[in-house]
């Protein structure tokens, strides 16, 4: 069973769209991340979410917009699409966010906009 | 503001030759926390190391070691007798224990491991 799933694994879209990336855990942990990283490999945080509420909440436009139903769960919709936002996505959880536990990864949404 | 610096953006080695990937860190907090992940080509990313602040001890597993040095702020990953299937890139990263909490990561290296 994958630890952190987020689904789809690729998306293709045109500028100007919205989507969704969904992202589940079944680790039984509070705390969920989003990340993004560029075509230069680099990593930086989005959003983290704990018990459903937003913990951290980086320089992001607010096309983007996270959503937490449940513990288990960190979906990101992304508004009105740009070329920029093309990159990978990836989401993460950790059992109480406090900073010194390990991140567990999905294994990451590939996102093209056209 | 923490930060975490890789120096070296791509290094390539011999099979059976040993690397060492550099990192140095900067914070003001005295309690912290430093990691290590792998992201292999097929682009997961995978934990291979967490130190606190507090424990200085280096450490090694299989042909992995780390040396954790707050004299100089770094946290040096060592692979001995390196293989193909080590080529990745490789994240230091940092998180603080107070208010901020955010795993802040180095910009990686990518390491190619030649046959």
């Known amino acids: 069973d994958t630890a952190v799933s987020q689904t789809p694994k690729y998306l293709v879209t045109q500028m100007g769209n919205d989507k969704s990336i969904k992202c589940e855990q079944n680790?039984?942990?509070?705390?969920m991340y989003w990340y993004k990283q560029d075509s230069k490999k680099f990593l930086k945080i989005m959003f983290s979410?704990?018990?459903?509420?937003?913990?951290i909440n980086e320089t992001v436009p607010n096309r983007f917009s996270p959503k937490s139903p449940d513990k288990a769960h960190l979906n990101l919709h992304i508004n009105s699409l740009e070329l920029g936002d093309s990159a990978v996505y990836f989401c993460?959880?950790?059992?109480?966010?406090?900073?010194?536990?390990?991140?567990?990864f999905g294994s990451g949404t590939q996102l093209s906009v056209l | 503001a923490q930060k975490v610096t890789q120096a070296q953006t791509e290094i390539s080695v011999v099979e059976k030759e040993d690397v060492t990937l550099d990192c140095v860190y900067e914070?003001?907090?005295?309690?912290?926390?430093l990691f290590w992940y792998k992201q292999p080509p097929s682009g997961e990313l995978v934990f291979l190391i967490r130190?606190?602040?507090?424990?200085?001890q280096n450490e090694i597993s299989g042909r992995y070691s780390w040396n954790f040095q707050k004299s100089t702020s770094s946290f040096n990953f060592t692979i001995t007798a390196s293989q193909v299937v080590d080529s990745a890139v490789y994240f230091c990263?940092?998180?603080?224990?107070?208010?901020?909490?955010?795993?802040?990561f180095g910009s990686g290296t990518q390491l190619t491991v030649l046959p």
């Open positions: 130190r606190n602040s507090f424990d200085e």
């Open positions: 979410y704990n018990n459903k509420e937003l913990i």
């Open positions: 993460a959880s950790s059992l109480k966010g406090s900073g010194e536990e390990k991140l567990f």
């Open positions: 914070t003001r907090d005295t309690t912290y926390y």
């Open positions: 990263a940092l998180s603080e224990a107070g208010s901020a909490r955010q795993l802040t």
């Open positions: 680790l039984g942990h509070d705390t």
